[in-house]
């Protein structure tokens, strides 16, 4: 069974780059899934932030779309996430989740999130 | 955009019971590609429901799914402590790819 699991700093300073990674285990970014970051600030639903496939093909929420960056590492089965110029607003539990191989589309595994808060 | 408004907010219920949880999309899901998790705090969110109707592996049988085009329905059927949680329905095929409902939190009454 594929077991997710996010890391990176828990802090963040406004204005500077948050970078997280999503190691996979049980699983290879080279199958023929999609790779999906998703948030939830605090008291607020879930977001989908974008994915990856392992050709490195992506597809991004467009409200967030000209600050973030996914990147797949295959040599270390694991793939990343990079959001810029951060706010408070992008304060959130940031999970990283894979989608099924097969329609309809839908994420069968999911990391337990990791929470990143941005302040100085 | 396609917005799933989901209802009632919170749902206050007892174990036993029978839940009802709505989610109503602004357009036409595709394919119905509507998919229902639970969620708890602290915890992965997890895969109950997908193609509107499809229960997840090892998902207890008294979780359903209905619905198509822009009503979709999950119901439990009788309530067990353990199913107190948000729950949250998804979307896939519109622009962003994926959008959620806001959650509807079910607590014990």
């Known amino acids: 069974q594929v077991q997710l699991q996010e890391s990176g700093p828990g802090l963040v300073t406004p204005s500077g780059t948050l970078s997280l990674t999503c190691a996979v285990s049980g699983g290879s970014v080279g199958s023929s899934n999609w790779w999906n970051w998703v948030r939830q600030p605090p008291g607020q639903g879930l977001e989908w932030i974008g994915q990856?496939?392992?050709?490195?093909?992506?597809n991004y929420n467009p409200s967030l779309e000209s600050r973030v960056t996914i990147s797949v590492d295959k040599s270390k089965n694991q793939f990343s996430l990079q959001v810029t110029s951060v706010t408070a607003a992008d304060t959130a539990v940031y999970y990283c989740?894979?989608?099924?191989?097969?329609?309809?589309?839908?994420?069968?595994?999911w990391g337990r999130g990791t929470l990143v808060t941005v302040s100085s | 955009e396609i917005v799933l408004t989901q209802s009632p907010g919170t749902l206050s219920l007892s174990p036993g019971e029978r839940a009802t949880l709505s989610c109503r999309a602004s357009q036409s899901v595709s394919r119905n590609s509507l998919t229902w998790y639970q969620h708890k705090p602290g915890q992965a969110p997890k895969l109950l429901i997908y193609?509107?109707?499809s229960r997840a592996t090892g998902v207890p049988d008294r979780f359903s799914g209905s619905g198509s085009g822009t009503d979709f329905t999950l119901a439990i059927s009788r309530l067990e402590p353990e199913d107190f949680a948000v729950y949250y329905c998804?979307?896939?095929?519109?622009?962003?790819?994926?959008?959620f409902g806001q959650g509807t939190k079910l607590e014990i009454k």
């Open positions: 989740a894979r989608e099924s191989g097969v329609a309809p589309y839908h994420f069968d595994s």
């Open positions: 193609g509107a109707s």
């Open positions: 990856i496939y392992q050709s490195g093909t992506t």
């Open positions: 998804q979307q896939y095929g519109g622009s962003p790819l994926y959008t």
